[in-house]
């Protein structure tokens, strides 16, 4: 059973990709992109061109496919058919969290904070996706180890400041109001 795919990317004309590509890099693209669930084809020949510094939006209705296009450039799903590629590589068979390394990850649309850690903390957690220390030299606190441990506490206190956030980075997650944790 196929399923129309009313998703829609909203970019510029195929002219104006064109001389975007030309100005810009393309940094992610799908081509052919197919995702099958038995009988069901959630996603069908679906292509995206996303360029350095483009803002591009995938809508369409419930159930037109677009959390499955997200599932297979983020490594959850499986590709059935077609390409994604990042940066020129193509990322099929690549694990979540090594797509995540290479700079593109997602988020959901529930709220998952660690509710006994602070806001910063919170903030921090998340950066260790990208963090180079390991386990031992966590448990040993090496100097590069509390070296980048530094670095990613200041990157989150920035990221907070910038989202205005900055006065709750000492409160627990649990008791942030549901606005603040939607941020």
């Not at 890099?25 to 679906?46: C, P, R, S």
Request: charged letters at 25%; a positive charge.
């Amino acid at each position: 059973m196929a399923k129309d795919n009313n998703m829609k990317t909203i970019i510029k004309s195929e002219q104006e990709n064109k001389e975007t590509d030309k100005i810009n890099k393309v940094l992610l693209q799908t081509t052919k992109l197919t995702k099958k669930f038995g009988g069901l084809i959630a996603v069908n020949n679906f292509d995206l061109k996303v360029s350095q510094g483009q803002i591009s939006s995938l809508i369409g209705p419930n159930g037109a496919g677009k959390t499955t296009v997200f599932n297979v450039v983020t490594g959850i799903y499986k590709a059935d058919g077609g390409k994604v590629i990042f940066k020129g590589e193509d990322l099929a068979g690549k694990k979540p969290h090594q797509i995540i390394k290479k700079g593109i990850a997602r988020t959901f649309q529930n709220i998952r904070l660690f509710s006994n850690i602070t806001c910063l903390e919170n903030v921090m957690a998340g950066q260790h996706c990208r963090s180079n220390e390991g386990t031992w030299t966590s448990i040993l606190q090496t100097p590069g180890q509390k070296k980048e441990e530094l670095e990613i506490k200041k990157n989150a206190e920035n990221r907070l400041k910038q989202v205005g956030l900055w006065k709750y980075r000492d409160e627990l997650a649990k008791i942030l109001p549901m606005v603040i944790k939607e941020c």
